[in-house]
């Protein structure tokens, strides 16, 4: 979508941009995400995009995007994209071969896992800047008592299961992770499923840009600028 407003004739107005000056998020030198949006290429409409890097399985932290809806590209190698449908709360599991495409409409609870080396993935959003809430965030965030209480969890392991996630992890897991390292994903069996009910707008509008968090590189703290 066009904007509308804007002044074509102006010197100001920008045609190109490089993505690798705008970097939203590097776990290391394979594995980072470059971002797009109107700040950064200020003849956009409501569009923007994140260019992401990922090893064999390398995960985006499951998250939603409360404002955008998200197409997902596979450029090169391969990528499971895994999506929960709010309405029926059944979880689908789409693996992208290069060509292929995968579209998780706004606000829905998803992520991608790289199923191979050197896996490039765009994806491509219905908005200028999107929201993003990451489950790193809502896990480290929400008090242990409160999460103990609700599902009925022992507090103490509650506290020491979270006490790695220190801030947001958009890419995970980290190098010194002590997990397997030969560890393999598989398809959770099925559980039963209770079908909700939402109101038909269930998603709250605005425009509050990604966190941004870069270890290797932080220089740039905000690539839409």
């Not at 993935?121 to 489950?135: H, N, S, T, V, W």
Request: charged content about 15%.
């Amino acid at each position: 979508m066009a904007i509308l407003d804007i002044d074509f004739t102006s010197p100001d107005v920008q045609y190109f941009s490089d993505l690798k000056d705008n970097n939203f998020f590097t776990l290391d030198a394979n594995n980072f995400i470059n971002a797009l949006g109107r700040n950064n290429l200020n003849s956009l409409g409501n569009v923007s995009l994140l260019d992401i890097f990922l090893s064999r399985e390398k995960v985006v932290e499951p998250h939603y995007h409360q404002n955008a809806s998200e197409l997902v590209y596979c450029i090169t190698g391969s990528v499971l994209v895994s999506l929960i449908n709010p309405f029926t709360t059944e979880l689908s599991e789409i693996t992208l071969a290069p060509g292929q495409v995968a579209n998780v409409p706004q606000g829905w609870w998803h992520y991608e896992i790289a199923q191979e080396d050197n896996t490039h993935l765009l994806a491509i959003f219905d908005a200028p800047y999107p929201q993003a809430i990451f489950g790193s965030d809502i896990l480290r965030l929400t008090p242990n008592n409160v999460l103990a209480h609700t599902y009925c969890l022992d507090e103490g392991k509650v506290e020491e299961a979270l006490a790695p996630i220190q801030s947001t992890t958009v890419i995970g897991p980290s190098d010194d992770c002590n997990q397997p390292r030969q560890w393999q994903y598989t398809q959770p069996q099925a559980r039963h499923q209770h079908p909700r009910q939402y109101p038909s707008h269930p998603y709250q509008q605005g425009y509050v840009q990604y966190p941004h968090h870069s270890p290797i590189q932080p220089h740039n703290p905000n690539p839409y600028r």
